[in-house]
């Protein structure tokens, strides 16, 4: 069973910086496209950032230059980095994973998310 268990979240400052980690286990045999989307409360969910296995890179506008996404193949790993961080970057912030299962078939999993709180 793949499990996606991340870590980091809290509470912090405006201007201040957070590191999120999202770490995956279980059984399966490759990943590709890792990311992170966060939920506002009475908002949809949004994209945040990806990395493929390439390290191909992806952004929402919002968090450009001041967000940076990452990974450790050899952990399973994937990491979001969140500098300058603002009130308006308030959410509930989940890790996704593109993973091939031991069926070959590809399916995308989710983790439980994490609270980040940025004050004024």
């Known amino acids: 069973q793949v499990q996606l268990v991340e870590s980091g979240g809290g509470l912090v400052q405006a201007g201040g910086s957070l590191r999120l980690s999202c770490a995956v286990s279980g059984s399966f045999l490759s990943t590709n496209r890792m990311g992170w989307y966060r939920q506002a409360p009475g908002k949809q969910r949004e994209l945040v950032a990806t990395i493929t296995s390439g390290d191909n890179t992806n952004y929402a506008d919002s968090v450009k230059g001041r967000f940076t996404v990452s990974r450790d193949n050899a952990k399973n790993t994937v990491y979001l980095q969140m500098n300058s961080l603002k009130p308006t970057d308030t959410a509930v912030y989940y890790c996704?994973?593109?993973?091939?299962?031991?069926?070959?078939?590809?399916?995308?999993?989710w983790g439980q998310g994490t609270q980040v709180t940025v004050s004024s």
């Open positions: 996704n994973a593109d993973l091939r299962r031991l069926s070959g078939n590809w399916n995308t999993y």
